[in-house]
């Protein structure tokens, strides 16, 4: 069965720490990796990573994918109390019919 | 900016009830979504359309069934609410990139 597990579940840091969140998968067919930052309504789309290696930079976030161990970290530095939110991890299967959602790490950020 | 909405932002309903939950996306996207969330499970795949009147089961479609008779609607029908339907239902859509979806704000479903 197809599982995407990340951690840590919650995680509360100060506003200018750094934190790594983890995601890693097991999935038939892997195609393609996504991290979504959902607030208080609905997942917004962060990156989408495929190959192993390649750093996905935006601003203060960044991520990258090991596809022979099977995992992602997305970064956060210098984080700031706007970045409270959970962080979503999903992996897609190489015929598009298959989305894994993880539980998601809940991140508080406390001024 | 994609524009994924849904009708409802709450909605409460009955045991046995007949629910209707509606989507629309703006973008002229070929593929939508509908998943559920729950705490502690993530969000769930329950069906997808990638065109008009075509649909595919996600992962729960059990207790569900969809239709897309239009390309920017994607309708969620659950012909028997039960209690174990209570939950967060978000639609989402993509276009050419399959993987990289918009979301609608979610709605909130309470079986009664």
């Known amino acids: 069965e197809d599982k995407v597990v990340q951690s840590p579940l919650s995680l509360v840091v100060h506003e200018g720490d750094t934190v790594t969140l983890n995601c890693s998968y097991e999935v038939t067919n892997f195609r393609s990796l996504l991290w979504y930052k959902q607030e208080k309504k609905a997942p917004t789309f962060l990156f989408m990573l495929?190959?192993?290696?390649i750093e996905k930079k935006s601003g203060r976030l960044s991520s990258i994918l090991d596809k022979k161990e099977l995992f992602s970290i997305l970064n956060i530095t210098a984080t700031q109390t706007g970045d409270s939110a959970i962080y979503l991890c999903a992996v897609g299967d190489n015929y598009g019919q298959n989305f894994v959602f993880g539980p998601g790490t809940r991140l508080s950020v406390l001024p | 900016d994609v524009k994924v909405t849904q009708s409802s932002r709450y909605l409460v309903k009955r045991t046995g009830e007949k629910v209707f939950l509606e989507c629309v996306q703006d973008m002229d996207h070929e593929n939508m979504f509908w998943y559920r969330q729950d705490p502690g499970l993530g969000l769930r795949l329950i069906y997808f359309?990638?065109?008009?009147?075509?649909?595919e089961k996600g992962d729960i479609p059990e207790g569900y069934s969809v239709s897309r008779e239009k390309k920017e609607r994607f309708s969620l029908i659950l012909e028997s609410a039960s209690t174990n339907q209570t939950s967060m239902y978000l639609c989402?859509?993509?276009?050419?990139?399959?993987?990289?979806?918009?979301f609608g704000p979610g709605t909130r479903l309470t079986v009664t």
């Open positions: 989402a859509s993509s276009g050419d990139s399959l993987y990289e979806q918009y």
């Open positions: 495929t190959s192993s290696g």
């Open positions: 359309s990638y065109d008009v009147k075509m649909k």
